[in-house]
């Protein structure tokens, strides 16, 4: 698995907003991977010596721009990873072959990351979700899906999952908080879309707001949330009462999620905001969980 980062000191504004903290940027690139190639090429080449081939594409969007787009695997439904704030595909190197011996499994990198063309207009959530509607017509994946969203990706798989209810079998969130309602202004400052510091360009306060804004019931589908529970040495070192406030209610406030499914359910960890890191395993294993429960359920209504 490609290491991001160290965890930040603020852990609470790692925990909402992973940009300031730079615990989510961009990865090194996958060995082996090609020049970028033309709108129309598509590359195949084997990730490991027994894993499947992997297919890379350059997927043409309305606009003119192309987004990065690596699927692998066969089966359905399909896995459709989004990675967290600043995140390329990369960041999800430690899962892919795993995923993609048991189904289709396909993670792209967003405007502005890794191997996609930038897109330096102001990023809302629908900006965000039709380019991962774009992404996922234009290469021909196939769905049904089971959406995977880590940290600020996730606000993109509920957005996704909002406009198309029916397409999803599934949905696994990886310490997906919930909005930061009283960021103080310095946090303000650093996420605006025209910040230096924002390499996605993205509005991330007014997404994340927008995204809870929009939750509904999707439908009776599997969906498990990894929530992290802060200690109290851990709650004790932050380094403001907001800091605090947000780490003793992170469990709780996750909850919020629960409206998407009448079967969701919350698996509580103790690994800090950055699962995947610290639990890779586990991770895997609950999106692999939710897969079989999607495939026992049969297509979506």
């Known amino acids: 698995m ?10 609470y504004a790692v925990a909402l907003l992973t940009l300031l903290a730079s615990a989510c940027g961009r990865d090194p690139e996958p060995a082996g991977h090609a020049a970028k190639a033309s709108s129309s090429s598509t590359a195949t080449a084997p990730t490991e010596a027994t894993g499947p081939p992997v297919v890379e594409t ?7 721009r192309r987004l990065y787009l690596r699927c692998a695997g066969t089966g359905s ?26 189904t289709r499994t396909c993670v792209y ?6 191997r996609s063309d930038p897109d330096r207009r102001r990023r809302q959530l629908v900006d965000l979700v039709s380019d991962l ?40 969130f990886v310490e997906v908080p919930p909005p930061f309602f009283d960021a103080p202004q310095e946090v303000v400052e650093a996420t605006r879309w025209n910040s230096p510091e924002n390499i996605e360009s ?30 109290a040495s851990e709650i004790e070192a932050a380094e403001s009462p907001v800091e605090k406030k947000g780490m003793r209610a992170n469990v709780r406030d996750q909850q919020g999620w629960f409206v998407l499914s009448p ?14 890191e610290a639990d890779p395993g586990l991770v895997i294993d609950t999106i692999l969980d939710v897969v079989a429960e999607a495939r026992a359920d049969g297509p979506p209504d």
């Open 109 to 114: 990198d967003r405007a502005n990351l890794g």
């Open 263 to 276: 079967r969701a359910r919350q698996d509580v960890v103790h690994t800090g905001h950055a699962v995947e």
């Open 202 to 231: 993205r509005d991330f306060l007014q997404v994340e707001k927008d995204a809870w804004a929009a939750r509904r019931r999707i439908a009776d589908i599997p969906f498990t949330l990894l929530s992290n529970e802060y200690s």
């Open 77 to 102: 439904p399909t896995l459709v990873l989004e990675g967290g704030d600043d995140d390329t595909s990369a960041s999800y190197g430690f899962a892919m072959t795993a995923l993609a011996a048991e």
């Open 2 to 11: 490609n290491a991001r980062r160290g965890q930040a000191a603020a852990a």
């Open 133 to 172: 509607e774009a992404v996922l017509d234009g290469g021909e994946v196939p769905g049904p899906y089971v959406l995977v969203g880590t940290s600020g990706g996730g606000y993109i798989s509920v957005g996704y999952a909002v406009r198309h209810p029916k397409d999803v079998a599934g949905m696994v």
């Open 58 to 64: 350059m997927v043409p969007l309305p606009d003119g």
